[in-house]
């Protein structure tokens, strides 16, 4: 009997390792997401999902064929978004992992119609997601900026949409934005944030066809509740001056001869300081900036390159500026620089977390170029 007993135990203590793995799910059995979609038409949300192909890029970063599919993209649509997901699980093979979700795309439909707030709700609710999840926006069809590869065909991973901070450091336009950053800055004053807005361009080439490729145009001003419109191009050059996260960006401008002068700025410092005059707020801001002489076109004194440097970027920030006013927005966070400094005047101007901000609300822009150099280490044209 004792001999049975001791068996049986350890037959049961032989089978203890193997109980924690009976639910687990196996890897080869389930569809990763990377990329999800989300428009919103007729009343209903269209959310797209891009599965990607793990057997493209577990071993290397490089996908393994030109032949094989690194992701395909799902479609479903519902009156909610979480309805639009049960029903894509309708059409996959295998369970969905969410954990490996990198970006969210919002047409502009789906800003314009639909609350962000309670949208991203879900995304932080759930508990494979994570709150460094990449945010963006476009005009473009969101199934469309889904089925992007990147160029030579590189892990998709790794593409600009689901790894946006290594391209950022080498040209600063407009900074990433996640989960975590944008929930922050809504829960803040102003109670405003910015989401890069991206075009799809035909700019690149191979041998066998036109590659598109996702363009970092601008950014959407967005709230917990509303969408105040998009600022691209030239009008959104001065947004890169006003953060301390810019690490490095080109700037070239004409001199009075004609010519033009290439100069990277980095090591961006902004100060902004609210002042109180005649019971209105107004903003002093002091910017430090290092350059790095890239491309010169005639001789030329670095007294008047700095000049020319100034003046552009003051004339950047306060276009940039003017245009977001436009859409009652405040897009350099003035309202929060208040509230940080001076609560007890914010609490009297604000209104909604916002202080209404005029054309004249910036008092004074300073510019500091505290190096200015060259690679060759002088500042005469090459080529006389």
């Not at 992701?71 to 894509?88: I, N, P, R, T, Y």
């Amino acid at each position: 009997m004792n001999k049975k007993i001791v068996a049986l135990l350890l037959l049961l203590l032989a089978m203890l390792p193997l109980s924690g793995c009976w639910d687990n799910n196996e890897p080869e059995r389930m569809l990763y997401l990377n990329g999800i979609g989300i428009d919103y038409k007729d009343g209903r949300y269209e959310l797209y999902a891009q599965i990607i192909n793990f057997a493209n890029t577990a071993k290397s970063e490089q996908p393994t064929s030109d032949e094989t599919s690194q992701a395909e993209v799902g479609h479903a649509s519902g009156m909610s978004l979480d309805e639009a997901v049960f029903e894509l699980y309708h059409s996959v093979d295998q369970k969905v992992n969410w954990g490996h979700l990198s970006y969210l795309v919002f047409s502009e439909e789906a800003l314009q119609q639909v609350k962000l707030s309670p949208v991203l709700d879900i995304f932080i609710r759930y508990r494979e997601t994570r709150y460094q999840i990449w945010l963006y926006a476009t005009k473009d069809p969101v199934e469309e900026v889904l089925l992007i590869r990147p160029v030579v065909n590189k892990a998709i991973i790794l593409s600009k949409l689901g790894d946006p901070r290594n391209s950022y450091e080498q040209e600063s336009f407009i900074k990433p934005a996640s989960i975590r950053e944008v929930v922050i800055n809504m829960n803040e004053p102003n109670h405003e944030t910015l989401i890069p807005f991206i075009t799809i361009a035909e700019n690149w080439k191979s041998i066998k066809e036109t590659i598109k490729a996702p363009v970092i145009s601008g950014a959407a001003i967005v709230s917990p509740d509303d969408f105040k419109g998009f600022i691209t191009g030239e009008k959104a050059r001065g947004i890169r001056w006003m953060t301390n996260d810019t690490k490095r960006s080109n700037l070239t401008v004409r001199t009075e001869n004609g010519n033009f002068i290439s100069v990277v700025l980095e090591n961006i410092k902004v100060k902004i300081n609210p002042v109180m005059i005649k019971g209105e707020a107004k903003f002093d801001i002091d910017i430090y900036a290092d350059g790095i002489i890239d491309i010169i076109t005639e001789t030329i004194k670095p007294a008047e390159i700095e000049k020319l440097l100034k003046e552009i970027v003051k004339e950047q920030i306060a276009a940039t500026y003017e245009e977001a006013l436009k859409m009652d927005a405040d897009i350099y966070r003035l309202s929060e620089q208040l509230y940080r400094k001076n609560v007890k005047e914010w609490k009297r101007l604000q209104k909604d977390g916002k202080i209404e901000l005029t054309d004249d609300s910036i008092r004074n822009i300073k510019i500091t170029i505290g190096k200015l150099s060259s690679n060759k280490k002088t500042f005469e044209r090459t080529v006389e």
